[in-house]
């Protein structure tokens, strides 16, 4: 038993070195055809789906209640639609290995809309309110070439912030299973996810260094 235990010892001590030159081996080369430490990326993602449900009631018309509808009600001032530009962001990423990449993105969702005159159906005053949102987010890199990287992410922070009469903080998080960067120094990037954030697609420009 000591005999096997010996062997197997002097074979991890054999091996493991060769492994580990291996694996920097590849490294190396991968920092030879991808020398960029850095990046920073700007995009715009799709429906922040939070925020709509968060700020639903503020944008409705809520003069009717049941079946009565007073005099004062029918000639108040009413809401109209209102609408949400969706996650604009900046995003900067440090790359610690070929396959990982750790990010932050800082993003704001802002909301705008109208109150209206129920005489004449003019506009009388018009109301807005912006939600920010921090986000690291771990980036898994599979497929890495000079131009094309291919990816999965997952992020989890933080949002808050206020339309009208109201204000929000809850948590945030993002899960994308595909997402793609073309390019090298100056590169393009799209990808899906969902999450508290956003649902559906973002895409935007990005600068390495």
Known sequence: MKRIFLICLYLVCVF?????ADAQTREDRFREKFPYKYEFRVGWAGYPVVDGLSYRDRVECDWYY???????DIYA???????MTGIISGEFSIHFKRWFTLSFSAGFNGLWG???DPVDNCV???YGGLVFTFLPEARFNWINTRFVRMYSSVGLGIAAGGFIDEFHVYPAFQIAPVGIALGRRTFFFAESAIGSSWMGGKTGLGYRF
């Open 77 to 83: 001032q009413r809401r109209g639609p209102s609408y």
């Open 16 to 20: 493991s070195p060769c492994m580990t």
């Open 66 to 72: 049941g079946n009565f509808i007073a005099l004062d």
């Open 114 to 116: 109208s109150m209206y």
């Open 124 to 126: 009388s005053e018009r």
